[in-house]
């Protein structure tokens, strides 16, 4: 007989073993280490394993939530600020504060089309041909969600962002403002390379950039009416 057939036979008949406790005993199963170990010390050994795995896998699980958690309460209260902007110069000191502050994100850009005129005393908000948004634009492609600026940029690209801030950013997310109609691009640089990665959730700055959407229109009719 064959070490196959003695192989398929145990496996047609799981009860062998249960039917006879006494070989299990007398079994011995080669150890990591080489030494010949018993079957019932080799199970407990992979029971120990399989908990230890499952512990670190909870213990991950338990973190994510944590920091999801804060991550929710951080966008909350960053969301509220913005809806209770009463101007830009509002919204340029809620982006100071609660998201370049908040979210320690050294580099943050509000660039506006220049199709909705727009006076603000702040280095964080800006102006850009709203030509440069259209499709033929070279700012296009940062507000489709097909080929999002997640992650590490080209120089060229880094550039169009943040101007002369761009030396500081290594890598950055851009979020589009659009809300019928395009209103400009919010982007995010730090000078950690792995800080952004174009793998990684961006649920939390999605709904930055719909609250800014959503209120921009309001301020923008305001400020030129």
Do not use: C
């Not at 296009?140 to 950013?169: H, I, N, P």
């Amino acid at each position: 007989m064959k070490a196959a057939d003695i192989e398929k036979y145990l496996i047609d008949h799981p009860e062998f073993f249960v039917e006879r406790p006494e070989l299990v005993r007398a079994l011995k199963i080669p150890s990591d280490t080489g030494a010949a170990i018993s079957l019932l010390d080799y199970q407990l050994r992979r029971m120990r394993e399989h908990v230890r795995i499952l512990e670190r896998e909870n213990d991950h699980m338990i973190e994510n939530a944590r920091i999801n958690s804060v991550l929710f309460e951080k966008t909350r209260s960053l969301v509220l600020a913005l809806l209770d902007a009463r101007d830009l110069d509002d919204v340029a000191t809620v982006l100071d504060e609660r998201l370049a502050g908040g979210f320690a994100i050294p580099v943050v850009r509000l660039l506006l089309s220049d199709h909705f005129p727009a006076q603000v005393d702040s280095p964080l908000i800006g102006q850009i041909a709203h030509t440069r948004l259209t499709a033929e634009g070279d700012l296009a492609d940062a507000l489709s969600d097909r080929s999002r600026w997640v992650g590490r940029l080209t120089a060229k690209r880094r550039k169009a962002l943040f101007g002369e801030a761009s030396k500081e950013v290594q890598s950055a997310a851009s979020l589009a403002l659009v809300r019928g109609h395009t209103y400009g691009i919010l982007a995010l640089g730090h000078p950690d390379p792995t800080h952004f990665q174009s793998s990684q959730d961006t649920l939390f700055l999605d709904h930055i950039g719909e609250a800014l959407a959503l209120m921009l229109p309001r301020l923008l009719t305001a400020q030129t009416g």
